[in-house]
Nanobody
């Protein structure tokens, strides 16, 4: 099992920045990738950014150039630096960990961007 604990969400004005953190614990040696997903009211959960165990990253088109995913292996933590935030970035953000035997999710953290 993998446990994921997110932090760093909150309320910010448009154009502002936030940094989300996701601390992983448990059977973490077999994690192949970690990512951030988000779900806005009435919408499906969507990928925001993902980083593999090899360090490769990919981003949703809507956040490319504004968001950066990174990781600190010593702390078993993944970060999402979000800059130039827009009202349409408002959502619950979920941390995700991929293993061959399944995916794991954090509890989610609310990000609200006011116009």
């Amino acid at each position: 099992q993998v446990q994921l604990v997110e932090s760093g969400g909150g309320l910010v004005q448009a154009g502002g920045s936030l940094r989300l953190s996701c601390a992983a614990s448990g059977i973490i040696f077999s994690i192949t990738a970690m990512g951030w997903y988000r779900q806005a009211p009435g919408k499906q959960r969507e990928l925001v950014a993902r980083i593999t165990s090899g360090g490769s990253t990919n981003y949703a088109d809507s956040v490319e150039g504004r968001f950066t995913i990174s990781r600190d292996n010593a702390k078993n933590t993944v970060y999402l630096q979000m800059n130039s935030l827009k009202p349409e970035d408002t959502a619950v953000y979920y941390c995700n960990a991929e293993r061959v035997r399944g995916w794991y999710w954090g509890q989610g953290t609310q990000v609200t961007v006011s116009s």
